[in-house]
């Protein structure tokens, strides 16, 4: 037996009128009657179609300005009547309303009114109450009504009507998108409340946080073949966005991999690549043109470049791709590719590329732990202390403008590292980086043996101070000739009287960039 509700009375009240003409023909047509608020009644009545005017059902006129409508029982009881319950439809006819048997619905855009900067008093204008009361009603309601709430959706509508109503399992799911909208709603309501019409406090942080995610994608696993995973937007651009132009599916490493690979390259004005793996970067370089800056970013470490992922902060070009295409790469990322660079790299198969016109611009992480979540303001390289004007010189000669510039590359680039942090650099390329280590010394080691001879006449930029001078002594001992570091341990005398003993330049920036 077929569970459809045939479709015999719609309410219609539509902030985006796209399409509405449309449906409301289709639903005429089927011999559905239409009840309409005001100006969606006027779209409806303009385009030559039936429609009741919501006051002609409420016998009350629209007022305050708009801010009631459709809130009277007459149309609530309408749509929470449960057509499954006799003593409803009998309450309903003794009342003398009528059923709705669809209702479609979309929001004042509160969001879109917030982002153009807006006054408050405009924004609060824009929170709408009405529409929400029948996208909650109609949902719960949808063992006897369908709802609808995205324009997308309306030529569904007109199919299903004419197929003589909604099954069960489609009311189902529409009520289930209807909750989600107004939940998304809520939040952004609630948020806009919190953080910018009522801060509670100084602390900068809210009291609380809502948040809304649409998943976009089942991804095959997680971390390991027996994780599942998926992936969800937020709404705000960033990578979830980027468009895959090529390539098998991205997994779960590669999306945490390629966001470290999209950050660490836009750390740079100057055309630059980065190629991670595991979140940490095998190499960094910036060039005189992008296919000039990948050939120094591999040549750091082509060992771990293989399998890697790589993100180009400039278009790839033909030459950059042909580079490209002689490493096995997981994942390519940058602002935009050129037709002949594509002709390359699709013909491989396995190679995922994605198109991010946009540069990074997280201003809040949010990290889960279990039970609750950190937040904190991100990371940028835009401290006072990242300016090169504001470090001292704590130890031997100032640098000239060549070995200046290479500390200041260093120093932009090691952020891209997780802690401890030790970075070499030459001709503003990494030569040899230590990653995650649980003391300064062995990754001051590691950096020094993936350098090798590159060592000697380096330069190296450590993501937090030394705590002794036994780290920074491995890098005196390699041979480098300058060093950046924060400064700031109980110990910096020992530390900076090891680099002046060794008549090699110490910077001092006051910034820190732990990652963890
Ligand atoms: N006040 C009410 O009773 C009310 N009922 C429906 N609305 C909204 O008014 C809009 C439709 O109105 P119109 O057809 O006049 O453009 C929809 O976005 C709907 O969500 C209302 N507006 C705000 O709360």
Redesign the pocket.
Known sequence: MSDRTPVRRALL???D?NGVEELARGLVNAGVELV??????ARIAAAGLPVTPVEQVTGFP?TLD??????HPAVHAGILADRRRPEHVAQLDELGIAAFDLVV????PFSDTVASGASPDECIEQ????????VRAAAKNHPSVAVVVDPGRYDEVVEAVAAGGFTLAQRRELAAEAFRHTAAYDVAVASWMGNVLAPDDASGFPEWVGGSWERTDVLRYGENPHQGAALYRSGQSGLADAEQLHGKQMSYNNYVDTDAAWRAAHDHADPCVAIIKHANPCGIAVGADIAAAHRKAHACDPVSAFGGVIAANREVDLTLAEQISEVFTEVVVAPSFTDDALGVLTAKKNIRLLRMPEAPRLSVELRAISGGLLLQTADRIDAPGDDPTSWTLAAGAPLDAAGLDDLVFAWRAVRAVKSNAILLAADKATVGVGMGQVNRVDSARLAVARAGERATGSVAASDAFFPFADGLQVLLDAGVRAVVQPGGSVRDEEVIAAAAAAGVTLYLTGTRHFAH
């Open positions: 009240g539509v902030y009128k309409s608020t005001g100006a969606t009644a629209e708009g801010r009631v409508k459709t809130l619905v979309n929001l004042y929170i709408d109450i009405g529409g929400p009361a029948m």
